[in-house]
């Protein structure tokens, strides 16, 4: 995308094609309009157009352009925070429902691929959360043992079995999570503009919403070469969002994020390296994750920016990395980079908000776009059809709030990546 290598990487060049779209021209209308065609706006305008309703979605760049195509591919259930944060949280009411609706998020991704057969390398084979030292084998246990008290599927790992399931590493220890798996997220997200298609929605790419006003009992959204006039507006644009609806992306706080992938690996290191094709990350601050994708190819990644002053920190910090955990890689390096943001809120827990009378978004994914995306989608299509009232939501209408210091904020997770990385290396 934008012929920029770097954009969606590994991902754009082994992901099915995009179903053909064209921008908007002219007027159009709609009963609903959806602005953002990622995991959430995608899944609103499938079931929405499932549901009989017309759709038109505007996606400023291309299907998947913002985090939906760029992120590494694994479906987990909840969020970052420990479950029991989450009452405490939203209280009695809301925190015990968003657990139940992200506890069984996954399921719903999995479902959904197999019932519109979306090419994109689903495995439901689990997550491995990978303890680094005691304090990390002391948070994924108490993790385990919060999500098991709701019924969830979920159990620590010695540090032997780890390593046999790792193929290689040093943890402590590791919280399998049945629930979760990975996917190709840009051929996953391609998917869900294909089944909307196919069920009736129309979408336009290279179409960036120019404006949005209350019209009538609806909605007048423009675009430079068109308009949409529809009834009801859901925005799902989270953290690519642009000046548009500007305090949606002034609430988040922007962490950068790359991933790097091998070649294809010999057929003698594929069978060894994470064999039961579970995706993980590790307990550190400035995290590791690393899958296998369909291709025997490893993708690994961590936070930090792949800006011209910090590309060749973080790319030889992976590289050490990557060999550390499994020493048999190396002589082995990356054939593609790429990178894309975060959108990180003040407690990383997702927003719902309402915008105006028929206009609603969910934003704040905290780096777990793809499930959550894709229930919140269905949540936003259940309320404009009615069926979901805003107090039966997911989450409870918030206001829209700046977060404190942003901009401070995004500098130091970008400068602190790079440190740490460069620290790494040095020791």
Not at 99 to 122: K, M
Not at 229 to 235: D, E, K, S
Not at 260 to 270: C, D, H, N, Q, V
Not at 276 to 299: I, K, M, N, Q
Request: some cysteine.
């Amino acid at each position: 995308m934008r012929n920029d290598p770097r954009s969606h990487g590994l991902w754009e060049v082994s992901a099915p094609p995009a179903p053909a779209t064209a921008p908007l021209s002219g007027p159009a209308e709609a009963e609903v309009v959806v602005i953002g065609a990622g995991f959430t706006g995608l899944s609103a305008a499938l079931h929405l157009a499932e549901a009989g309703k017309s759709v038109i979605v505007l996606e400023a760049e291309q299907i998947g352009f913002g985090a939906s195509g760029r992120n590494v591919g694994l479906v987990n259930a909840g969020m970052w925070v420990m479950p029991e944060a989450m009452p405490r949280a939203l209280g009695p009411v809301y925190g015990p429902r968003l657990l139940d609706v992200l506890g069984a998020a996954p399921a719903e991704v999995f479902a959904l691929v197999r019932r519109h057969a979306i090419d994109c390398e689903a495995v439901a084979h689990g997550t491995l959360h990978c303890a680094v030292g005691a304090a990390g084998l002391a948070e994924i246990t108490e993790r385990a043992r919060q999500w098991a008290a709701r019924g969830a599927p979920v159990e620590v790992l010695d540090a032997v079995e780890t390593a046999r399931r790792l193929g290689g590493g040093r943890y402590a220890g590791a919280l399998l999570d049945r629930r979760a798996g990975t996917i190709q997220p840009l051929a996953y997200v391609r998917g869900l503009a294909r089944a909307a298609l196919a069920a009736g929605a129309r979408i336009c790419t290279e179409s960036p919403a120019a404006s949005a006003r209350p019209q009538g009992a609806g909605w007048c959204v423009t675009t430079p070469e068109g308009r949409v006039q529809a009834a009801a507006l859901i925005v799902a644009t989270d953290a690519y969002t642009g000046a548009l609806f500007a305090g949606l992306r002034r609430e988040q706080v922007g962490l950068p994020y790359f991933n790097m992938a091998t070649p294809p690996l010999p057929a003698a290191l594929r069978a060894g390296l994470l064999p039961g094709g579970e995706g993980c990350w590790d307990t550190r601050a400035v995290l590791s994750s690393f899958r296998r994708d369909a291709a025997g190819r490893l993708v690994f990644g961590s936070v930090g920016r792949l800006g011209r002053a910090e590309a060749a920190i973080h790319r030889a910090w992976a590289l050490r990395a990557m060999h550390r955990i499994f020493p048999q890689l190396r002589g082995i390096g990356f054939e593609s980079e790429w990178s894309g943001r975060i959108g990180m809120t003040a407690d990383a827990l997702p927003r719902l908000h309402v915008l105006g009378k028929n206009a609603v978004a969910m934003a704040g994914y905290n780096g777990r776009g793809i499930a959550p995306g894709t229930v919140f989608g269905k949540a936003l299509a259940e309320h404009v059809l009615g069926l979901r009232p805003l107090e039966a939501m997911p989450l409870p209408v918030s206001p829209v709030t700046p977060a404190s210091l942003r901009l401070a904020q995004e500098a130091g997770y970008s400068l602190g990546a790079a440190a740490a990385h460069l620290l790494a290396c040095r020791i």
